[in-house]
């Protein structure tokens, strides 16, 4: 289906035949008129001259219809539509309402949940609290994405109407993407009143970074600027420590107190309700069934505008970094193929969002304790009870394999009111006891954690081992789908450089098992490097995907192997000019985005850009040792040798036997007078990239170091500091 190109167009052939048949209609008019072509040539009349023109025409015309006359009406259809059905979709649209205040009164909802979620906890949050609102104290509340309602249209809300914010931060102090205008909206100072206004807050955070739930803090702080009021104490959770899940129920308990008080309700034992139904139809047609195919449920007109859709992209090349790799400690340098999907298109600095896939072991555990073999594959549809709840974010039709494999977060801990939750289905008294004195008490819980891995699966199958009557063939298929939280994406930093090669995305993935706090002989698997370390070419052979492959993605799956990811955009992008010193600062694998920096300024110093000389480099660099994990060593003596003195590498090992352990913040320390004269005299742009702790060492000691050289107090680094930030020269791309 090659249309428009090459012979093989539709259009070209048809073109050729009509021109075929003019020819033969010229020839046949030619012996009807008895007119030899001969005499017409060597002594043509008027006439003669008028009828080959005639003829001319009329051939042309008959080849060219339908291709630039008498074209097909695109709109024909139109004619034979209903009215109606223009009139029904215009009013389903209106139905529709931007207004928070207007949604509410019009699904009789007694409150409503504001989410902002990046990977998808703090949205997981917000359906959670719907449920529990619903099941303990009979308040009906609306999950809603913050950027789906009009922001100024909270201040038509009542005082009797309760507004909770669940809002995650990422990075740095960073909005997630679908609350990055609410935030610049409450940053503009409205002229709103919120006196009406009475609302809770609950932050999703990570304590390793510097602005530790700065979101949720600018929500409060604006809000009640605005004359809002809060109803209790701000609650935070702090991944860092491990403790979201328990950080969130303190905090859930803590409101549920509060708005009994404030309301006059009466909270009672939760009883599981199912928000979603489930009907299983081994007659639905096979081909429309989603079997792992993206699933773009959650993507919004903000999210879009950072990400492309999810795609296959063919894995082109992948190789193991680290000289001896295995299971326990290995990193892969993986790329991907762009060329069959034209609209994605990335620049240096962009991060890789890739979807993994779960292991087929604990697909078919789960599926086995669940007591479901021989129902996986059949088709079944998903609906939401409630209409107004919005968009499923699982696909439907689908299978339980499909769910478990793709679209469920099976191999994730599972949480101590998860736990509390499963208590009400346990089939015996045993089972029922055990699970609740194990979740009854966080510190026991804890304790239990740290000594094993704990899956649904493994959980199930742990209570089974304490008490064996126990059966889990009747657990409801709803409670463990909402048990679950949907699969998000796993971000990585692009290694390459746009460039160098458009069409071809590198990333770097470190697959470094941890174990149990309590237990180190178990390891504990990440399951996106799991997952992306199975493409290594020991594990399967590499060849260019066919047309037919691309098409249809199931077929890569077979042949070619592939990965459902997108491209996300990202700040962290190299200074515009490149005689721009720059400061890189990196450890482990955050040396992926500055071997795309690397590149494209050995690229730009080959061409002479704009007859600018490339501005001088230092790379800090941090691994353990230099024999064994230093990434692209061969690249990086190439990429010195090619931009010679205008590159100074700076190398940081932590563990050489006989050596002091150095980190990437004790060599920027030796140099920091070099580093500060950079920054302040030459106007070097910072990046540092890597683990949150390192970036809060390296930039607390680069902070010190210019307070000390300007004479800046506290307050006067604060304001230097914002201010290179805005102006794009000191950026961190830091997780964990």
């Known amino acids: 289906m090659d249309y428009g190109y090459g012979s093989s167009s539709p259009i070209f052939s048809n073109s050729c035949n009509r021109m075929s048949l003019s020819m033969a209609s010229f020839s046949s008019l030619a012996a009807a008129a008895s007119v030899p072509v001969q005499h017409l040539i060597s002594t043509p009349s008027y006439d003669d001259l008028l009828v080959l023109v005639i003829l001319l025409f009329g051939g042309l015309a008959y080849a060219t219809r339908g291709i630039f006359w008498d074209k097909p009406d695109p709109y024909y259809y139109k004619w034979f539509e209903r009215p109606q059905a223009a009139v029904a979709s215009l009013a389903a649209a209106s139905r529709s309402t931007r207004n928070i205040a207007q949604k509410l009164a019009e699904t009789g909802k007694q409150a409503v949940i504001f989410w902002g979620s990046q990977s998808g906890t703090a949205e997981g949050f917000a359906h959670r609290l719907a449920r529990d609102f619903h099941a303990r104290i009979k308040l009906e509340a609306l999950v809603a994405d913050v950027s789906d309602y009009d922001h100024h249209t909270i201040a038509e809300l009542s005082q009797s109407q309760y507004v909770i914010f669940i809002m995650s931060t990422y990075g740095e102090g960073d909005p997630s993407d679908n609350s990055t205008s609410f935030l610049a909206w409450l940053k503009s100072q409205p002229d709103v009143s919120l006196q009406d206004l009475r609302f809770a807050a609950f932050g999703c955070g990570n304590s390793n970074y510097k602005h530790y739930n700065a979101v949720i803090d600018t929500v409060v702080t604006s809000l009640e600027g605005l004359g809002a009021k809060l109803a209790l104490p701000v609650g935070k959770a702090d991944e860092?420590?491990?403790?979201?899940?328990?950080?969130?129920?303190?905090?859930?308990?803590?409101?549920?107190?509060?708005?009994?008080?404030?309301?006059?309700?009466?909270?009672?034992?939760?009883?599981?309700?199912?928000?979603?139904?489930?009907?299983?139809?081994?007659?639905?047609?096979?081909?429309?069934?989603?079997?792992?195919?993206?699933?773009?449920?959650?993507?919004?007109?903000?999210?879009?505008?950072?990400?492309?859709?999810?795609?296959?992209?063919?894995?082109?090349?992948?190789?193991?970094?680290?000289?001896?790799?295995?299971?326990?400690?290995?990193?892969?340098?993986?790329?991907?193929?762009?060329?069959?999907?034209?609209?994605?298109?990335?620049?240096?600095?962009?991060?890789?969002?890739?979807?993994?896939?779960?292991?087929?072991?604990?697909?078919?555990?789960?599926?086995?304790?669940?007591?479901?073999?021989?129902?996986?594959?059949?088709?079944?549809?998903?609906?939401?009870?409630?209409?107004?709840a919005g968009k499923l974010s699982l696909p439907s039709p689908t299978t339980i394999s499909a769910l478990f494999q793709h679209y469920l977060e099976i191999c994730a801990p599972v949480s101590r009111e998860s736990v509390l939750s499963l208590a009400q289905f346990a089939p015996t008294s045993t089972t029922k006891a055990y699970l609740l004195g194990l979740a009854s008490d966080k510190t026991v819980f804890a304790n239990f954690l740290a000594k094993h891995h704990v899956t649904l699966a493994r959980l199930l199958r742990h209570v089974q081992a304490v008490d064996p009557a126990t059966s889990w063939s009747d657990l409801p298929l709803p409670f463990v789908i909402e048990s679950l939280r949907p699969m998000t994406p796993r971000y990585y930093s692009i290694a390459s450089s746009s460039i160098i090669s458009p069409r071809r995305a590198a990333i770097t993935v470190a697959n470094n098992p941890r174990s149990l706090l309590g237990n180190d002989t178990v390891p504990i698997p990440g399951l996106a490097s799991t997952y992306l370390s199975s493409f290594l070419p020991s594990n399967v052979q590499l060849s260019p995907p066919s047309y037919s492959q691309i098409v249809n993605p199931a077929l890569i799956n077979t042949s070619t192997p592939a990965l459902h990811a997108s491209i996300r955009r990202s700040t962290f992008k190299l200074p515009a000019s490149p005689s721009t010193p720059l400061i890189l600062i990196a450890a482990g694998t955050g040396i992926a985005p500055f071997r795309a920096f690397l590149h494209e300024r050995a690229r730009l110093a080959s061409l002479h850009v704009q007859n600018k000389p490339v501005g001088r480099i230092i790379l800090f660099f941090g691994c353990r040792h230099p024999d064994n994990d230093l990434l692209y060593k061969e690249e990086l003596e190439q990429l010195q040798g090619t931009l010679g003195d205008k590159l100074d590498i700076v190398y940081a090992f932590s563990r050489v036997d006989g050596a002091k352990k150095m980190y990437v913040q004790d060599r920027v320390e030796e140099r920091q007078g070099e580093v500060v004269d950079l920054l302040l005299e030459e106007d070097a742009g910072l990046y540092i990239c890597g683990s949150a702790a390192m970036a809060r060492e390296v930039g607390g000691q680069i902070g010190e170091a210019v307070k000390k050289a300007k004479g800046y107090d506290d307050e006067g680094l604060k304001k230097w500091r914002e201010e290179r930030k805005r102006a794009k020269r000191w950026q961190e791309d830091v997780w964990g």
Request: glycine content about 6%; some cysteine; aromatic content about 4%.
């Open 240 to 388: 860092a420590k491990s403790t979201t899940d328990e950080d969130f129920l303190e905090w859930k308990t803590t409101l549920f107190a509060a708005i009994c008080t404030q309301l006059g309700l009466t909270e009672r034992e939760a009883e599981y309700e199912p928000s979603i139904t489930i009907v299983m139809d081994d007659s639905i047609d096979s081909s429309g069934v989603y079997l792992g195919e993206p699933l773009d449920s959650t993507s919004t007109a903000h999210t879009s505008a950072s990400s492309n859709s999810i795609v296959p992209l063919p894995i082109c090349a992948a190789r193991e970094l680290i000289e001896g790799g295995s299971k326990s400690r290995s990193c892969l340098h993986l790329e991907v193929d762009l060329s069959d999907q034209p609209e994605i298109k990335y620049k240096t600095g962009d991060h890789l969002a890739v979807r993994p896939i779960n292991p087929s072991s604990e697909v078919t555990s789960l599926v086995d304790v669940l007591g479901l073999t021989g129902r996986e594959h059949i088709s079944l549809m998903i609906q939401c009870i409630d209409p107004s």
